[in-house]
T-cell receptor, first 113, second 115 residues
Framework: DMKVTQMPRYLIKRMGENVLLECGQD?????MYWYRQDPGLGLQLIYI???????SEGDIPKGYRVSRKKREHFSLILDSAKTNQTSVYFC????????????FGPGTRLLVL | GEKVEQHESTLSVREGDSAVINCTYT??????FPWYKQEAGKSLHFVID?????DRKQSQRLIVLLDKKAKRFSLHITATQPEDSAIYFC??????????????FGLGTTLQVQP
């Protein structure tokens, strides 16, 4: 069963705290993505990972970093979270590059107070 | 940079009617155009795609048309049902050569199917 999982699903943090969002996939997909979704802004790509330790900035990487030490696992880290990072974060994976179907996780709703 | 615009932010149709969502793109190198559906409070899932080597693709009640000259593509949902109500996102990506794996998404169209 093709699946992308995200943990946690809901998270409340205070400004300045560190945040770790985790994503897993069971499809041995090479490429993984982190997006954030905000009303009126659609989906914005934060980072893309082409494989283990092969990560590339997306369109809005500032304030975020990522880690991919295993092919099936991709983490998004917010060092010292800011209130404007309140959003819904989606992880996705695809077999290869931009012409392969992306499979999305259920999302993490992050509130930074 | 590359932009994808969805022309309708909201669309309301009666059950059984057809719905059409239109998108345009700016990068002539774009060659892959998927559509994703997001039901209320849920994640996105893939519904249909089209590649630039064809101008029409159909999957059951979904039809995608591509006009490369106009840099326009559209999603047609025929015989709409209440469960078609959702936000639909169009997206575009470049071909294999120079491909960075990035999809550029439109802002989404909220489709409401009235019973």
């Amino acid at each position: 069963d093709m699946k992308v999982t995200q943990m946690p699903r809901y998270l409340i943090k205070r400004m300045g705290e560190n945040v770790l969002l985790e994503c897993g996939q069971d499809m041995s997909h090479e490429t993984m993505y982190w997006y954030r979704q905000d009303p009126g802004l659609g989906l914005q790509l934060i980072y893309i990972s082409y494989d283990v330790d092969s990560n590339s900035e997306g369109d809005i990487p500032k304030g975020y970093r990522v880690s991919r030490k295993k092919r099936e696992h991709f983490s998004l880290i917010l060092d010292s979270a800011k209130t404007n990072q309140t959003s819904v974060y989606f992880c996705a994976s695809s077999l290869g590059g931009g012409q392969d179907t992306q499979y999305f996780g259920p999302g993490t709703r992050l509130l930074v107070l | 940079g590359e932009k994808v615009e969805q022309h309708e932010s909201t669309l309301s149709v009666r059950e059984g009617d057809s719905a059409v969502i239109n998108c345009t793109y700016t990068d002539t190198a774009s060659s892959y155009f998927p559509w994703y559906k997001q039901e209320a409070g849920k994640s996105l899932h893939f519904v249909i795609d089209i590649r630039s080597n064809v101008d029409r693709k159909q999957s059951q009640r979904l039809i995608v048309l591509l006009d490369k000259k106009a840099k326009r593509f559209s999603l047609h949902i025929t015989a709409t049902q209440p469960e078609d109500s959702a936000i639909y996102f169009c997206a575009a990506s470049k071909g294999i050569t120079g491909n960075t794996g990035k999809l550029i998404f439109g802002l989404g169209t909220t489709l409401q199917v009235q019973p």
